[in-house]
């Protein structure tokens, strides 16, 4: 059993920056495909970037490398996500997800056995 617990949201002026961080539980964080996703209001959940458990990663076609970067620290069971250039369109709930199955998980996110809760990102115009 994994436990994944966000941190690190807020509130931030657009052309920001945040990292937001989760922090998961258990032995074998090492060993899990590591993902970020976000849901806006109204919106449906979308994939940002992944990381996998060899540290490759896996970027959403629908963001431009540069802004948002995924970094994992497998001794301290936490995988980052670093925002930069923020803009208000970026405001949404940020989740980060984990697979044991598959490093696909933007394409596969039915294949995360487990999901944090969630941290709010609010970028402000």
């Known amino acids: 059993q994994v436990q994944l617990v966000e941190s690190g949201g807020g509130l931030v002026q657009a052309g920001g920056s945040l990292r937001i961080s989760c922090v998961a539980s258990?032995?074998?964080?090492?060993?899990?495909?590591m993902g970020w996703f976000r849901q806006a209001p109204g919106k449906e959940r979308e994939f940002v970037v992944g990381i996998t458990w060899s540290g490759n990663i896996i970027h959403s076609v629908d963001f431009l490398k540069g802004r948002f970067t995924i970094s994992r620290d497998n001794a301290k069971n936490t995988v980052y996500l670093q925002m930069n250039s923020l803009k208000p369109k970026d405001t949404a709930v940020y989740y980060c997800?984990?697979?044991?199955?598959?490093?696909?998980?933007?394409?596969?996110?039915?294949?995360?056995?487990?999901w944090g809760q969630g941290t709010q990102v609010t970028v402000s115009s």
């Open positions: 258990g032995r074998t964080f090492s060993s899990y495909n």
């Open positions: 997800a984990a697979s044991g199955t598959t490093e696909y998980i933007g394409v596969r996110p039915h294949e995360c056995e487990y």
